[in-house]
């Protein structure tokens, strides 16, 4: 019950905190970026206003001159094929063809036969992940072989929907296709035309079908189903990742009948290649028996597909190492026997970046159009893009060993005098140390990476002596607040997830930290946690968890989007525990939302209804132990302990009226030792809590979207 009520809480909290930029063009280099924003007919309206020219010239070039010229294709024959597709498009997309038109002044019937005219061309798409790619990133490439007039006439569109699925798509000036795209869910998209006589059935040519795609998929379950669903045009190959799993799929497609393939396809007949896993390529030729009957394979560059197929392969099996993005890059910029790229898409779906070069080739041969890399984030965010897009050129190029730094060392900028101010059993030298971080899952534009982080203290059990913390990007652009989310005394990872995943849908980023003996960090066929009744092993517990929320923000702290006047801490139940002991001892974390907390720990002990607390009263008081002197035994471990510096922070409190796990009285001792500050009451106890989860959240949100000061919390108290 609680997952459907915090899914339908995600989506309210989740609303209004988008903000969108007014249609607008930027440029990057040599490339051109247009922000799309509105009703499908507002952004038509949009795109011919911002691209007339572009438009008026692209019609030129692809309609008149390419397709009749070249193509020796009537103008009629082009009208009765649009006729046929347009007719059968969804209203969204035809009502943006109609403001496409209003917008540019170009008559409707040359803007309906721009989305017909691109005749086939070679190209290649492959997709590696998992074991075949640099920390299992989800790696699509297409690239395009020179001799069209498409490639350096490309440009980046950006659809900024205010409701549904935003995405950015590699298309062209007045073309309401996507060759490539990438949406906020991880979606990946490339397009690969078959030639063949079937073009002018009613319905979707796939870099159509691919908007619609983009629009409406969230897994790759829900692309099949949107191929399934759509009437479809023409002979096509449409590979789509995954950037979650990851995972790729490969749809070959006509009118009639949809085939499906993935990794290690070992029924192949293009070429005798072994199949191999994590990875899918595709050229323009079907692999499937029944729609190879359909397609005309005589061409001298549908010959040369099975060489490009190849090439693929190659790609992700040379590298001494397996390759990242600038890796593919270095490749594809290289001349090879069937295919001198003249366009270059990599889609990092695993991190939401997408690359994109079109352009030309130098006189031996190679790539020497600049390639671009835009984070999905800065374009969803609608604002200077070119500050955080990375530009490679044969001038200028990027070093591909930079995206190979999996481990990155830093130094903490703490310096002996600011230690020094630390409680002393809770200080630890400021030494560099080594980090690993890798993608893990894309979801509502929030990207989420596991890192790894070498815990200051050394216990006998190494898997306690790494910190294993998930990072939740915003889908904004930052710098962001960072605010570490810590767990409760069950483990329930997942309500950690989702108060992580709420606040980054409000723009804040979130670092979700395992608290000692949690999770991967309890060694197995160990019987060691961190709450148990040996006070010993609890009380180092209790230590080495604030010292490793330290090293947090540390690593924080050494973030390049961070702004480092926001670092704060959020915690539940013994989430709340720790984070207001460690919100007292570290003077860096000014912000603490404390969420059924309390202090008084050996009233805790001595009151709470817990099985643990009931088992540890009962041994204590058994060796002769008392609540006073349990009291002075976690002395150091009390948050109250340290009124002093706690008082110096911004606090939250949000608690039960009638919780008996942590005793009320317990609740009041902390906020009275936080100075009285800003605390909400919920008629409940401490596990009913969740029927006031969203109110709660809610309250969360606010607080460190605000970031309030501390006169300003204390103003604000009810």
Same mark, same amino acid.
């Given at each position: 019950m609680f997952h459907g009520v915090a899914i339908i809480g995600l989506i309210i909290l989740g609303a209004g905190t988008q903000t969108h930029p007014e249609s607008h063009t930027e440029s990057v280099g040599t490339q051109k970026v247009v922000h799309l924003v509105g009703s499908p007919r507002e952004m038509g309206l949009a795109q011919g206003r911002l691209m007339q020219q572009e438009?008026?010239?692209?019609?030129?070039?692809? $309609?008149?001159?390419?397709?009749?010229? @070249?193509?020796?294709?009537?103008?009629?024959?082009? @009208?009765?094929?649009?006729?046929?597709? $347009?007719?059968?498009?969804?209203?969204? +997309?035809?009502?943006?063809?109609?403001?496409?038109?209003?917008?540019?002044?170009?008559?409707?019937?040359?803007?309906?036969?721009?989305?017909?005219?691109?005749?086939?061309?070679? &190209?290649?798409?492959?997709?590696? #992940?998992?074991?075949?790619t640099l920390g299992g990133r989800l790696l699509q490439v297409l690239s395009v072989e020179p001799g069209h007039p498409l490639?350096?006439?490309?440009?980046?569109?950006?659809?900024?929907?205010?409701?549904?699925?935003?995405?950015?798509?590699?298309?062209?000036?007045?073309?309401?296709?996507?060759?490539?795209?990438?949406?906020?869910?991880?979606?990946?998209?490339?397009?690969?035309?078959?030639?063949?006589?079937?073009?002018?059935d009613a319905g979707l040519a796939a870099p159509h079908l691919? /908007?619609?795609?983009?629009? =409406?998929?969230?897994?790759?379950?829900?692309?099949?189903?949107?191929?399934?669903?759509?009437?479809?045009?023409?002979?096509?190959?449409?590979?789509?990742?995954?950037g979650k799993v990851p995972n790729a799929r490969v749809l070959e497609v006509n009118a009639q009948h949809v085939a499906e393939f993935g990794s290690n396809d070992t029924a192949e007949k293009l070429a005798p290649f072994r199949a191999l896993a994590d990875l899918v390529r595709r050229s323009n030729?079907?692999?499937?028996?029944?729609?190879?009957?359909s397609t005309d394979i005589k061409l001298p560059?549908?010959?040369? &597909?099975?060489?490009?197929?190849?090439?693929? =392969?190659?790609?992700?099996?040379?590298?001494?190492? %397996?390759? *990242?993005?600038?890796?593919?890059?270095?490749?594809?910029? %290289?001349?090879?026997?069937?295919?001198?790229?003249? =366009?270059?898409?990599?889609?990092?779906?695993?991190?939401? !970046? +997408?690359?994109?070069?079109?352009?030309?080739? &130098?006189?031996?041969?190679?790539?020497?159009?600049?390639?671009?890399?835009?984070?999905?984030?800065?374009?969803? &965010?609608?604002?200077?893009?070119?500050?955080?897009a990375r530009v490679d050129s044969p001038a200028h190029p990027l070093d591909p060993t930079q995206d190979r730094l999996l481990s990155t060392t830093i130094s903490p900028t703490r310096t002996t005098s600011f230690e020094a101010d630390i409680p002393a059993m809770y200080q630890f030298p400021s030494d560099s140390f080594t980090?690993?971080?890798?993608? @893990?899952? !894309?979801?509502?534009?929030?990207?989420?990476?596991?890192? %790894?982080?070498?815990?200051?203290?050394?216990?006998?059990?190494?898997?306690?002596?790494?910190?294993?913390?998930?990072?939740?990007?915003?889908?904004?652009? *930052?710098? #962001?607040?960072?605010?570490?989310?810590t767990h409760i005394a069950g483990g329930d990872f997942e309500l950690s997830r989702f108060v992580a995943s709420t606040l980054a849908n409000a723009g804040i980023a979130c670092t979700f930290v395992k608290l000692p003996y949690y999770g991967e960090r309890?060694?197995?066929?160990?019987?060691? %946690?961190?709450?148990?009744?040996?006070?010993?092993?609890?009380?180092?517990?209790? $230590?080495?968890?604030?010292?490793?929320?330290? /090293?947090?923000?540390?690593?924080?702290?050494?973030?390049? @989007?961070?702004? /480092?006047?926001?670092?704060g801490i959020c915690g539940i139940s013994l989430g709340s525990i720790t984070g207001s002991l460690a919100a007292g001892i570290e003077p860096r974390l000014t912000h603490a939302c404390l969420i059924i907390g309390g202090g008084n720990l050996h009233d805790l002990v001595f009151e709470s209804v817990e099985g643990e607390a009931r088992e540890f009263r009962r041994l204590w008081t058994e060796q002769g132990g008392t609540r006073e002197s349990l009291g002075k035994l976690m002395h150091d471990f009390d948050p109250v302990s340290y009124s002093d510096r706690l008082r110096e922070r911004t606090v939250l409190m949000i608690n039960a009226s009638q919780d008996e796990s942590v005793p009320v009285v317990c609740g009041k001792a902390l906020w009275e030792a936080a100075g009285k500050q800003r605390i909400i009451w919920y008629p409940c106890g401490h596990y009913t809590i969740v029927r006031y989860i969203m109110p709660a959240l809610q309250h969360t949100v606010k607080f460190f979207k605000d970031w309030p000061s501390r006169e300003e919390n204390v103003a604000s108290k009810e």
């Open positions: 438009i008026a010239d692209n019609v030129r070039l692809l $309609v008149h001159e390419h397709a009749v010229k @070249d193509h020796q294709i009537s103008l009629e024959a082009l @009208d009765k094929e649009a006729a046929e597709q $347009v007719g059968a498009w969804p209203a969204s +997309l035809q009502q943006e063809l109609e403001g496409l038109a209003e917008g540019s002044k170009v008559p409707l019937a040359d803007i309906k036969r721009l989305q017909v005219a691109l005749r086939p061309i070679a &190209s290649r798409s492959g997709a590696g #992940y998992a074991g075949r490639p350096a006439r490309a440009m980046l569109a950006v659809y900024h929907r205010p409701e549904g699925i935003r995405y950015a798509s590699v298309t062209l000036a007045g073309y309401l296709g996507t060759l490539a795209g990438l949406n906020e869910e991880g979606i990946s998209i490339t397009t690969l035309p078959v030639p063949s006589s079937d073009r002018s691919a /908007r619609v795609i983009l629009e =409406s998929s969230k897994t790759l379950p829900a692309v099949r189903t949107a191929v399934d669903q759509s009437p479809r045009s023409g002979s096509w190959i449409i590979i789509a990742g995954d030729r079907f692999v499937s028996a029944k729609l190879a009957e560059w549908v010959e040369r &597909s099975a060489d490009r197929y190849a090439e693929l =392969s190659d790609m992700f099996e040379k590298p001494m190492e %397996k390759p *990242g993005s600038l890796d593919l890059l270095a490749v594809l910029r %290289k001349t090879t026997a069937s295919h001198v790229p003249q =366009s270059i898409v990599i889609i990092n779906a695993s991190e939401q !970046v +997408l690359w994109m070069g079109f352009g030309g080739t &130098s006189p031996n041969g190679a790539a020497d159009q600049e390639v671009v890399g835009y984070p999905l984030t800065s374009l969803l &965010s609608g604002k200077d893009v070119a500050a955080t980090y690993q971080a890798a993608p @893990d899952a !894309v979801g509502s534009g929030i990207v989420r990476t596991l890192v %790894k982080i070498p815990s200051p203290v050394v216990t006998p059990y190494p898997e306690n002596n790494t910190i294993p913390v998930e990072v939740f990007k915003p889908r904004s652009a *930052g710098p #962001y607040p960072y605010v570490i989310i309890r060694p197995p066929g160990k019987n060691v %946690k961190m709450l148990q009744p040996d006070v010993e092993v609890a009380s180092t517990a209790m $230590v080495q968890a604030v010292k490793d929320l330290r /090293r947090v923000v540390d690593w924080i702290d050494a973030q390049p @989007d961070l702004d /480092r006047h926001r670092i």
